[in-house]
């Protein structure tokens, strides 16, 4: 063998080389992308969960209206609160909400439940002179119902789903420790996000209808 052809050899094992290289450089970038790309995308699912979690997606629209049946008498029998979603809030099913009270009076500290037809069951709720609780624990647990659908997005398909632009008054059973000048609590903890937390103070004296600061 001449010289010329040693040296179209070893071209050939030059270009060999260099190509196992490339390929080589090749896959490794690509895995180091990859990584880069599966890194940046869970730090952004990571974030947007977050935001999710630490911000509630309702919030109260106007004020929170007290209301008893009958005068005479120093108890309210449930609030009307209006709530709708957040800023770029995604549709909530509220029959996933769990609601719960509480007072400085030691009243009622266990989760609230819809009435047996569904939040939108309003019977025993609106119609019913206190709310039957036994604030020892035992007895039946305070109601709560959806008594308006305001901007209804699908009339004549209701669901559960508070949607955007939708305005929906939640009544909700008081018990009996609700009594002028009590401080109470409500949390509303939908399925996803933080919860809704409304305190206020109840006023001195009652009216059938009392707007609660």
């Known amino acids: 063998m001449d010289q010329s052809d040693e040296n179209g050899f070893t071209g050939l094992e030059a270009s ?68 709708t979603l957040s ?3 995604t549709p909530m099913d509220l029959s996933q909400t769990v609601i719960s009270y509480s007072d400085s009076n030691n009243g009622w500290q266990k989760e609230y439940r819809a009435a047996s037809g569904g939040i939108e069951d309003c019977t025993g709720v609106l119609d019913t002179v206190g709310a039957g609780v036994d604030n020892a624990g035992a007895g039946t647990p305070p109601l709560w119902c959806v008594s308006q659908f305001i901007n209804d997005q699908k009339p004549t398909d209701p669901n559960t789903l508070l949607e955007t632009h939708e305005v929906w008054i939640l009544s909700i059973q ?31 004296d009652f009216g059938l209808v009392q707007m609660i600061n």
């Open 16 to 83: 060999l080389v260099l190509i196992a290289f490339v390929v080589v450089a090749a896959v490794f970038s690509y895995v180091v992308l990859g990584g880069g790309f599966f890194t940046t995308q869970t730090a952004q699912a990571a974030v947007y969960n977050g935001v999710g979690q630490a911000s509630s997606s309702m919030e109260i629209v106007g004020e929170v209206m007290g209301i008893k049946w009958e005068t005479g008498t120093e108890q309210l029998d449930y609030i009307n609160v209006s709530v």
């Open 87 to 89: 800023s770029g809030g």
């Open 174 to 204: 008081t018990p009996a420790t609700a009594t002028p000048n009590t401080k109470f609590k409500y949390n509303l903890q939908p399925p996803v996000g933080a919860g809704l937390i409304i305190i206020r103070t109840l006023p001195g």
